[in-house]
């Protein structure tokens, strides 16, 4: 099943569960769900990564171009109720990606294009802040740090683009924001969220000569992503 079948199905889904949501007095689904201490849960979602490239120099510079594409997202959910409106959450799970990356001044294509697959363990730790539960739905803001592993980062590779490859660090810290919708159904809760994910640390590992084509004039490279997250709980 391709990505778009995936969308018209949770659309289909979403369409059809909130007729009953959204009505003057609606029965009120699994009303103590979020008076329990600790809540467990999964999410399925999809990704865009791309970067935020510092460069050394500004001036007289051709700067590197970059493609995106979707990745996608899967995942487990712990949560501690703190609060009737604040919880502690902690969401590991594996993220799939690929940004392309082309460098100018080159005619050979193996040279110009580097294709950076990523394969992330991510691990955040985030607040969630809730409003007063509204019938069957209850919206919030969540925000927190992370970290990452990423699996495909090459970082101790011996080999650099000069070989064709691009290496990056394996560890990664971020800051997180983002909001969502709690939805109340008869058997679950059902939560849609987007969320932006900001690097802190430098993940560029430079080749071995400083003045490479490829690495010599960036500074620091910082991953920026949008993730979109359908959560069961």
């Not at 660090?169 to 059902?190: A, H, P, Q, R, V």
Request: aromatic residues 16%; charged residues 20%.
């Amino acid at each position: 099943m391709n990505k778009s079948s995936i969308v018209a199905l949770i659309a289909l889904f979403l369409v059809t569960g909130l007729k009953a949501q959204f009505n003057e007095n609606p029965i009120l689904n699994l009303e103590n769900e979020d008076k329990k201490l600790l809540n467990w849960g999964y999410y399925l979602g999809f990704n865009q990564y791309g970067f935020k490239i510092d460069y050394k120099t500004n001036e007289d510079i051709s700067y590197i171009q970059e493609g995106k594409s979707t990745g996608f997202n899967v995942g487990l959910i712990g949560e501690l109720r703190l609060n009737n409106y604040l919880d502690l959450r902690i969401e590991p799970g594996l993220y799939y990606t690929q940004r392309d990356l082309g460098f100018p001044n080159f005619s050979n294509e193996n040279d110009f294009l580097r294709e950076v697959k990523s394969t992330y363990i991510h691990i955040p730790l985030l607040l969630k802040a809730s409003t007063k539960r509204l019938g069957n739905f209850k919206p919030y803001v969540v925000g927190g740090v992370s970290t990452s592993i990423n699996l495909s980062s090459e970082e101790k590779s011996k080999e650099d683009n000069e070989s064709g490859k691009f290496r990056m660090t394996t560890n990664t810290y971020y800051y997180e924001l983002g909001f969502g919708i709690d939805f109340y159904f008869y058997y679950f809760k059902f939560s849609p969220s987007i969320r932006g994910v900001f690097a802190l640390s430098n993940e560029l590992v430079p080749d071995e000569k400083a003045d490479s084509p490829w690495t010599g004039n960036i500074d620091g490279l910082y991953s920026r992503a949008v993730f979109i997250n359908f959560t069961f709980e």
